[in-house]
């Protein structure tokens, strides 16, 4: 079972519609980063997320980290194209008996056709 | 302009034929890690790097090495290559473990024949 569960897995839409992308574990994080890869590139960082309930905005895209800091979500308004992505979360945490690390979730596909 | 600089971006080899991929940082970050990304498993671990001549290994070790004997340099070794290290290999680097946002480099595709 992985830390954290991305869902959907895949999702292709048209564009100008809206979506959502979450990110769930039963563990608690301290911060929560969102990341966007395109093919052949590496993962770029849109966000970090650090308290509990925290909205943050980036143009058409609202992430948010839930009250108990384990989980959150990316919202899409008026997706385009150029959203076509891998989004990633990853968030850190301190598994016992180790030091803080960040752990990567499996990704959500994004596809938006024009 | 900040970055993390892998190469080669392409690399095809046969087994058993050592090989290093290169990485290189210029943000002075104290951290660095190698991750291997497979359809389905996502970012898997390789290696870690705290600062130089600390390094760890991540979940999936066994098949490479790491040296860290400057700051800005990580490169990713492997010593006898066999099929199942074909991936696409990340490296990144942070000012810390976990806190700090990461920057990628841009990947190395690497196919063992």
């Known amino acids: 079972t992985q830390l954290l569960e991305q869902s959907p897995q895949f999702l292709s839409i048209q564009e100008g519609e809206n979506l959502t992308v979450y990110c769930n574990s039963s563990?608690?994080?301290?911060?929560l980063q969102w990341y966007r890869q395109e093919p052949g590139e590496g993962p770029v960082l849109l966000v970090t997320v650090v308290t509990g309930g925290e909205v943050k905005k980036l143009k058409r895209l609202t992430f948010q980290f839930g009250d108990a800091r384990k989980d959150s979500s990316l919202h899409i308004t008026a997706a385009q194209p150029g959203d076509t992505g891998l989004y990633l979360c990853a968030g850190a945490h301190r598994p016992s008996g180790s030091a803080r690390q960040l752990t990567f979730g499996s990704g959500t596909q994004l596809t938006v056709l024009p | 302009e900040a970055q993390v600089t892998q190469n080669p971006r392409y690399l095809i080899t046969v087994t058993g034929k050592k090989l290093t991929v290169t990485c290189s940082q210029n943000m002075n970050h104290e951290y660095m890690s190698w991750y291997r990304q497979d359809p389905g498993l996502g970012l898997r671990q390789i290696y870690y790097?705290?600062?130089?001549?600390?390094?760890d290994k991540g979940d999936v070790p066994e098949g490479y090495k790491v040296s860290r004997k400057e700051k800005r340099n990580f490169p990713l070794i492997l010593e006898s290559p066999s099929p199942n290290q074909t991936s696409l290999y990340f490296c990144?680097?942070?000012?810390?473990?976990?806190?700090?946002?990461?920057?990628f480099g841009s990947g190395t595709r690497l196919t063992v024949v």
């Open positions: 790097s705290m600062n130089v001549e600390v390094t």
């Open positions: 990144a680097s942070s000012f810390d473990r976990a806190d700090y946002g990461y920057t």
């Open positions: 563990s608690v994080f301290s911060s």
